[in-house]
């Protein structure tokens, strides 16, 4: 089975550096030349993984991230951009990037990046949650269950846990749940009330599993699954 990729990139040449180093045989590539056109190509096909430079005509590459991750949560996103600064950097990956290289690049790093990360997935997809099973949500009720006992969570915490939930495997920081906590209109929740929510969330869960659901990942956030 082939890789869909999509290159979201409004240089020619960048196009072809790119294309020239992915294997024919393990990927269909699909080029957009500006934003508006990626986001046709967004809505009505589903992409394994993504390239997108930042500053593009019409639509910029960090909208185009935001809309790719509310769509499709398993799309791998890669941004290449000449903005090479930790304010740019910090903000793509809130919005949902899985990698980050600054312009200019290596077309060959380009290349194992995409390979990697596409390996990586498959790895984490493959691996077993044991504890996964027992876990139930009702989305019209905004409830959780374990084991068919509910899980008595307020608003907060109840989007938080859905962010880990509907992620698994994935590493969200403190910044990034507490942004996505503000673009949901939830609150403006800082990182100690992020860890504040973690505390509460697992207490609740301990009373009714022994599973220690929520793992931290020391210096980089929390997921449900270690990875």
């Not at 979201?8 to 990927?27: A, G, H, M, S, Y």
Request: charged share 25%; proline share 4%; net charge negative.
């Amino acid at each position: 089975m082939k890789y869909s990729i999509l290159i979201v990139e409004d240089e020619p040449d960048i196009v072809r550096l790119i294309q020239n180093r992915l294997d024919t045989q393990k990927f269909n590539v699909t080029i957009a030349m500006d934003g508006k056109e990626a986001l046709e190509y967004i809505r009505s096909n589903h992409y394994d993984l993504l390239t997108l430079d930042i500053m593009l005509p019409h639509v910029d590459g960090l909208t185009l991230c935001e809309n790719i991750r509310q769509q499709h949560k398993d799309s791998l996103i890669l941004i290449i951009s000449a903005l090479d600064t930790v304010k740019q950097k910090e903000k793509a990956y809130v919005l949902g990037a899985d990698d980050y290289i600054p312009k200019p690049f290596s077309p060959k790093l380009v290349a194992v990046k995409i390979e990697s990360l596409l390996k990586r997935r498959v790895e984490i997809l493959n691996a077993p949650l044991p504890f996964y099973a027992n876990i139930q949500h009702d989305e019209a009720l905004k409830q959780f269950y374990i084991q068919g006992h509910p899980l008595m969570f307020t608003v907060s915490e109840y989007t938080v846990f859905k962010i880990l939930f509907e992620t698994p495997k994935k590493v969200f920081s403190k910044e990034e749940l507490s942004q996505i906590l503000y673009n949901e209109d939830i609150g403006n929740i800082d990182k100690e009330g992020i860890g504040t929510h973690i505390y509460q969330i697992r207490k609740k869960i301990a009373v009714q599993s022994k599973d220690d659901i929520i793992k931290t990942v020391r210096n980089v956030g929390y997921t449900l699954y270690e990875c």
